[in-house]
């Protein structure tokens, strides 16, 4: 085993010997002639860093300017933008108040409009509804005024009945108590004034207009006297012996026995 290591051992050095002379020789011997200069303008390459995250600066060439990055201008641009945003934003802020304040200005509006046409609704419902009333009230009005006329006109009707009665008796009395005197002629008439009291009592009587003969005139009072009293009166109303028989005006006239 020793042999064959030390066989080949020599053989070994001896090519890594050449090898290491070979290069030498290329290094520092054999040496490749240079061209002659050619001296151009440079050229400059344009070249760009690239990271994963940020991009680097672009270089320039020599003699050209370098951009440069204005923060401030940025800033400003930023800011405007941010001032014009808040702009727009206030001003959709106000249009939208504007719309909300119109839109409660109109509700506001339709209810008041609403509110005044109930009210006039309700007015003119009351008024309706008084003139109504007040039509009903004047109807009424005249139906108890035309009732308490009729009443009234029925109610004379009946006191005049009662009166002519009366006077009917009154002169029946009277001309009982007649005696014609022998001047006496057709068509002779006097008339009387006779007041009485509520007993039917006759106080005093009195000739108001003359026949034109003295004694006809005569003796109607004495006729009348001579009655005195009318006991049929004290059954009367008082109201309407006072209307009608408190004085009686009496045409004495025996032949066609009228008052």
């Not at 290491?20 to 054999?30: D, Q």
């Not at 504007?98 to 007015?123: G, V």
């Not at 308490?148 to 009395?173: D, F, G, H, P, W």
């Not at 006072?242 to 026995?257: A, G, S």
């Amino acid at each position: 085993m020793i042999d064959r290591v030390s066989l080949f051992s020599l053989p070994l050095l001896v090519t890594l010997l050449l090898h290491g002379v070979l290069i030498w020789a290329v290094v520092h011997v054999w040496q490749v002639p240079e061209p002659p200069p050619n001296f151009k303008k440079p050229e400059f390459v344009k070249a760009t860093l690239v990271e994963l995250k940020t991009k680097a600066p672009e270089k320039k060439s020599a003699g050209s300017k370098i951009k440069k990055i204005d923060l401030t201008a940025n800033k400003k641009d930023n800011t405007a933008e941010l001032k014009r945003r808040q702009q727009k934003e206030a001003a959709a802020h106000k249009a939208r108040q504007i719309k909300a304040q119109k839109a409660k200005d109109a509700k506001e509006k339709a209810a008041q409009q609403k509110a005044a046409k109930e009210k006039a609704q309700r007015e003119k419902a009351a008024a309706q509804k008084r003139a109504l009333e007040e039509a009903r009230k004047r109807q009424q009005e005249a139906l108890d005024k035309a009732l308490l006329q009729e009443e009234m006109m029925l109610a004379e009707q009946a006191e005049t009945e009662v009166v002519n009665s009366y006077k009917a008796i009154i002169t029946e009395r009277i001309i009982s108590k007649w005696s014609r005197p022998p001047s006496a002629r057709r068509g002779m008439i006097c008339e009387l004034v006779i007041q009485l009291v509520p007993t039917g009592k006759i106080i005093t009587v009195n000739i108001t207009k003359s026949s034109g003969n003295q004694a006809f005139d005569r003796s109607a009072e004495q006729a009348v006297r001579a009655v005195d009293q009318i006991p049929e009166l004290q059954n009367m109303d008082i109201n309407t012996f006072e209307r009608n028989f408190r004085t009686i005006h009496l045409q004495f006239n025996p032949e066609d026995r009228r008052l």
